[in-house]
């Protein structure tokens, strides 16, 4: 299959192209670097990336930022990131990205358990990933050439942990967690919202 990967040259991204391209054609997309460039900020840039490459089988988005702060220090700036970059990105991929993608294809993009975990400081990554599972769910009852359209929610992730020098327990290597993505890429269903933590206990 063909399959792009927006934020492929990330941490968990390059460890999702790094498996799947063992079969399959992998397109990575990053902000600066990859086969191509993309700003999920701008509508218009996505637009763009999903002309210049045309069909394809799926898309998997591991994109989306965020900026950590107490209720009394968040910015503005700070609230907008999250909004238009973790939420309002990833939601213009899929609404863009149907469009570019074969019938029964499918759209994965990433959420995260701050929407419903409890971390000091993560309040708009939370209202953004919160949005994000709410709209996955509420879009499977819209099927679009039967696109299968569906969500990957990672914890704190091993190697981000260890590079911001956090001492968090129970945190997940990128690999494990890409290894979820194709979990979910396999399945005929739609509206997942795949825990990461949940799915990696499963198959032990």
């Given at each position: 299959?063909?399959?792009?990967?927006?934020?492929?040259?990330?941490?968990?991204?390059?460890?999702?192209?790094?498996?799947?391209?063992k079969e399959h054609d992998v397109i990575t997309v990053g902000r600066t670097r990859g086969d191509y460039q993309v700003d999920i900020e701008d509508k218009a840039s996505i637009e763009n990336l999903f002309k210049e490459i045309g069909t394809v089988d799926g898309v998997i988005s591991t994109s989306g930022d965020g900026a950590?702060?107490?209720?009394?220090?968040?910015?503005?700036?700070?609230?907008?990131?999250?909004?238009?970059?973790?939420?309002?990105?990833?939601?213009?991929?899929?609404?863009?990205?149907?469009?570019?993608?074969?019938?029964?294809?499918?759209?994965?993009?990433?959420?995260?358990?701050?929407?419903?975990?409890?971390?000091?400081?993560?309040?708009?990554?939370?209202?953004?990933?919160?949005?994000?599972?709410?709209?996955?769910?509420?879009?499977?009852?819209?099927?679009?050439?039967?696109?299968?359209?569906?969500?990957?929610?990672?914890?704190?992730?091993?190697?981000?942990?260890?590079?911001?020098?956090?001492?968090?327990?129970?945190?997940?290597?990128?690999?494990?967690?890409?290894?979820?993505?194709?979990?979910?890429?396999?399945?005929?269903?739609?509206?997942?919202?795949?825990?990461?933590?949940?799915?990696?206990?499963?198959?032990?």
């Amino acid at each position: 299959m063909k399959i792009v990967v927006i934020g492929g040259t990330g941490t968990i991204g390059s460890e999702v192209v790094s498996l799947l391209q063992k079969e399959h054609d992998v397109i990575t997309v990053g902000r600066t670097r990859g086969d191509y460039q993309v700003d999920i900020e701008d509508k218009a840039s996505i637009e763009n990336l999903f002309k210049e490459i045309g069909t394809v089988d799926g898309v998997i988005s591991t994109s989306g930022d965020g900026a950590l702060g107490s209720l009394t220090d968040l910015t503005d700036e700070n609230l907008d990131l999250a909004l238009n970059s973790k939420l309002k990105g990833q939601i213009n991929v899929i609404r863009t990205g149907v469009h570019s993608v074969k019938e029964n294809g499918f759209i994965i993009i990433t959420t995260g358990t701050s929407s419903h975990g409890v971390m000091p400081g993560a309040s708009s990554i939370s209202m953004a990933t919160a949005g994000l599972n709410g709209y996955v769910r509420a879009v499977k009852n819209e099927s679009f050439n039967g696109i299968k359209i569906n969500a990957v929610s990672p914890g704190f992730v091993k190697e981000t942990a260890e590079m911001m020098q956090l001492d968090i327990p129970n945190t997940i290597s990128a690999h494990d967690t890409a290894r979820v993505y194709k979990m979910v890429m396999d399945s005929n269903e739609s509206g997942i919202i795949a825990e990461v933590p949940e799915y990696i206990n499963s198959e032990q």
